[in-house]
Nanobody, 123 residues
Framework: QVQLVESGGGLVQAGGSLRLSCAVS????????MGWFRQAPGKERELVGI???????LYANSVKGRFTISRDNAKNTVYLQMNSLKPEDTAVYYC?????????????????WGQGTQVTVSS
């Protein structure tokens, strides 16, 4: 069973930065496609970005140039570095894993999910 544990959320002022971490159990982490999603109150869960194929990344237009996904395969951990945060980035952030290593951007295609971590950006 694959487990994902997130950390790093919190309260930050607009323009600030946070780094989220997602520790993943499982011996084949390096092959997983890892996604970051977020869900704001009253809104649907949306894609933030994904890491797949070892070193490739893709980002939603709303975060492109501000957020960066990286992974440390030795630590079985994926990170989401968030810079220049805006109040509209306020949401619960989730990491997710696709064990079939596909290029997938829809939440329904991910097998495993973390518990979520709250990010609040004040204006």
């Amino acid at each position: 069973q694959v487990q994902l544990v997130e950390s790093g959320g919190g309260l930050v002022q607009a323009g600030g930065s946070l780094r989220l971490s997602c520790a993943v159990s499982g011996r084949t982490f390096r092959s997983y496609t890892m996604g970051w999603f977020r869900q704001a109150p009253g809104k649907e869960r949306e894609l933030v970005g994904i890491s797949w194929g070892g070193s490739s990344t893709l980002y939603a237009n709303s975060v492109k140039g501000r957020f960066t996904i990286s992974r440390d395969n030795a630590k079985n951990t994926v990170y989401l570095q968030m810079n220049s945060l805006k109040p509209e980035d306020t949401a619960v952030y989730y990491c997710a894993a696709d064990s079939r290593s596909r290029f997938v951007t829809a939440s329904k295609d991910y097998d495993y999910w973390g518990q979520g971590t709250q990010v609040t950006v004040s204006s």
